[in-house]
């Protein structure tokens, strides 16, 4: 089965800092990756995503992600934190399970950024 | 993102209680998804419909039922309502046709079963 694994519960950050939130996955055949992020009451935006092609993603709010098939990760990161960033991000696979496309999420990863 | 309502956003129910969860989309994408979520579990597909005229159980359904009444409204029913069906709960659509696999999501209902 198709799965995807987010080892921090939690990263914090200082604001201005490089960050990083990790993710590895665990598919059969080509990987389909996504990375979405939830600010407090409010539903999951998608931020980018990988299909194939360089394995360097850019999305949106200046966030990109590295596809890595030599170690199945799929790590999100950004060259400079903001406070606005602290939000919940989830990595997602695609799953073709017979025949149907859907997403299989992560647990999550809460970022917190500190001034 | 306001092109996948939901309603209502906040609920509150008693055991034992039918309730029904409202989707509607404007975005005119064939798929639509129900998933719950837990802390510390992220989001878990109940309920997928491809088209209207098809349904499917996701990983944990037992205790739900979906109605898909038009390719714009994707509801999910709880027909007795138990206290560890409190979560938030979220509607998503996609679209089938290209390569544009992300799933767009709703703001979420938040449901506390009392």
């Known amino acids: 089965a198709q799965s995807v694994a987010q080892p921090e519960d939690q990263v914090n950050v200082a604001e201005g800092n490089p960050l990083t939130v990790k993710c590895t996955y665990s598919?059969?055949?080509?990987?389909?990756l996504f990375w979405y992020v939830q600010y407090p009451n409010r539903g999951l935006q998608f931020l980018l995503k990988?299909?194939?092609?360089?394995?360097l993603v850019k999305g949106s709010y200046g966030f990109e992600a590295e596809f890595n098939k030599s170690q199945t990760s799929f790590h999100l990161k950004k060259p400079s934190a903001l406070v606005s960033d602290s939000a919940l991000y989830f990595c997602?696979?695609?799953?073709?399970?017979?025949?149907?496309?859907?997403?299989?999420f992560g647990a999550g990863t809460r970022l917190a950024v500190h001034p | 993102d306001a092109d996948v309502t939901q309603t209502p956003r906040n609920r509150i129910t008693k055991t034992g209680k039918r309730i029904m969860l409202e989707c509607s989309q404007t975005?005119?994408?064939?798929?639509m998804y129900w998933y719950r979520q837990d802390p510390g579990l992220g989001l878990r597909l109940i309920y997928y419909?491809?088209?209207?005229?098809?349904?499917n159980k996701g990983e944990i359904s037992d205790g739900y039922s979906v109605s898909r009444q038009a390719q714009a409204k994707f509801s999910l029913s709880l027909e007795s309502a138990i206290p560890n069906q409190t979560a938030l709960y979220f509607c998503?659509?996609?679209?089938?046709?290209?390569?544009?696999?992300?799933?767009?999501f709703g703001q979420g209902t938040r449901l506390t079963v009392v």
């Open positions: 419909s491809f088209d209207v005229k098809d349904i």
């Open positions: 598919v059969s055949g080509n990987p389909y």
């Open positions: 997602a696979v695609r799953d073709i399970t017979g025949g149907y496309n859907k997403l299989i």
């Open positions: 975005k005119g994408h064939d798929r």
């Open positions: 998503a659509t996609s679209d089938s046709r290209g390569r544009n696999t992300e799933a767009f």
């Open positions: 990988y299909i194939t092609g360089d394995n």
